[in-house]
């Protein structure tokens, strides 16, 4: 009796612990699903490029809504400040702002119509989406943003921007006209966000709905090596950073080119590519190992040395002269040679990138993934819905 008592004891408490197990369980997963610090980016695509925020905040609103974006998505922030400090925009039927925007109004294309700001160390080079966020003030562009877009225009240009404007209850078309005069060649990724004082409590998800509407630019990614097989031996070579390399890379990311070269003169295989690239060509005195482009649709690897009008596409990595010889087979005819982005060896694939650890997926249980399906993952910490 007392050993059955025990049993049915031991067998209610394991019952009540399992279902304390499965409760604190579920009320993990909704505390993770929820909590602030784990917004779910649901909109944004996984392999955008680096993104920057730039602010100007007066009275607060712009900087609450760069808090708010930054918990949405991955991207740096700096914030523009006037050079001179402790000035009252408002103050007087905000005279001072008034007559900044006259200013600039009045003489748009000279920098010293704009107030000056603090330098900017920042630089754009390394960002490919650019979100500005500004406020709006009588119906413009807030001077103090107006200067920072008007000294960096050539920075952003070819950038993907887009932009947020807080204001108290005006549109904002006017301070859209001005982002597109002061960046005449950015790419827009598509309509400003207006945040007014009525809806900014509810930034969050008028901010989440945005950022699914806008286009970011794709992660941009340096392509430096290529492979070449002949007879299955793979070589890898490193290739040029100019015009004609790009274009053979984009052809080779359709599907790998595989030629047929003969020996030349004692220095070189060469053939039709079947293709043309673009060509820079200047005189070069080509070395064993150089892979170059002649006439624009021929490819000439090098085993020995010539010197005649070529456009660079790469050289061979790490073979002797020697070794050169045998793996190009110089003397025969008809060698058949493949140009790929693979490494048949390792099987992978060349695609290098500055963001490469930042794009390491791992499941909801902590697992690294590499072929993802739709779904959930966790990326630098954060959720996002692939
Ligand atoms: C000089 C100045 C002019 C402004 N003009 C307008 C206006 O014309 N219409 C409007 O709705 N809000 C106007 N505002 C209010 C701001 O756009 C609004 O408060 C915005 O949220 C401020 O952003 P911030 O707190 O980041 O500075 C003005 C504010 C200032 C300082």
Redesign the pocket.
């Known amino acids: 009796m007392l050993i059955l008592d025990n049993v049915c004891n031991f067998a209610a408490r394991f019952q009540i612990g399992q279902m304390r197990q499965i409760l604190s369980f579920f009320a993990t997963m909704l505390l993770f699903f929820f909590s602030a610090d784990n917004k779910v980016m649901a909109d944004v695509p996984p392999n955008v490029g680096k993104t920057l925020i730039v602010?100007?905040?007066?009275?607060?609103?712009?900087?609450?809504?760069v808090t708010t974006l930054t918990s949405q998505i991955e991207a740096d922030v700096v914030e523009i400040q006037p050079a001179e400090k402790g000035l009252r925009?408002?103050a007087n039927g905000?005279a001072?702002?008034?007559e900044?925007?006259n200013a600039i109004n009045a003489n748009p294309d000279d920098i010293n119509s704009y107030p000056a700001i603090d330098p900017v160390s920042t630089s754009l080079n390394d960002y490919q989406n650019i979100i500005i966020?500004?406020?709006?003030?009588?119906?413009?562009m807030?001077?103090i943003m107006q200067t920072y877009l008007f000294q960096s225009a050539s920075q952003m240009a070819g950038k993907h921007v887009g932009m947020i404007?807080?204001?108290?209850?005006?549109s904002i078309s006017g301070v859209v006209r001005d982002a597109k005069r002061l960046l005449p060649d950015v790419t827009w990724m598509g309509e400003a966000l207006w945040?007014?004082?009525s809806n900014?409590s509810k930034r969050a998800s008028l901010i989440e709905n945005w950022l699914g509407t806008q286009d970011f630019a794709i992660e941009q990614t340096t392509m430096d090596k290529m492979y070449i097989t002949i007879d299955g031996q793979n070589q890898s070579v490193t290739l040029e950073n100019n015009t004609a390399a790009k274009a053979l890379v984009e052809k080779l990311q359709q599907a790998p080119v595989t030629v047929t070269l003969n020996s030349s003169g004692g220095f070189e295989i060469w053939g039709s590519l079947g293709f043309s690239l673009p060509t820079s060509n200047q005189q070069i005195n080509a070395q064993p190992g150089d892979v170059i482009l002649y006439n624009g649709s021929n490819i000439c690897i090098f085993y020995g040395t010539n010197s005649w009008s070529y456009t660079r596409l790469g050289k061979i990595d790490g073979l002797s002269e020697s070794e050169l010889r045998s793996f190009l087979k110089a003397g025969e005819s008809n060698i058949s040679v493949t140009l790929s982005l693979q490494s048949d060896a390792t099987g992978i694939n060349t695609l290098s990138s500055s963001r490469i650890k930042d794009e390491e997926l791992y499941s909801l249980n902590g697992q690294r993934v590499s072929n993802t399906s739709k779904g959930i993952y966790i990326k630098n910490g954060k959720k996002v819905i692939l």
């Open positions: 602010y100007y905040s007066y009275t607060g609103n712009c900087r609450e809504i925009y408002e905000y001072l702002g008034t900044l925007l966020v500004t406020p709006l003030w009588w119906s413009q807030a001077a404007v807080s204001s108290h209850s005006s945040i007014n004082a900014h």
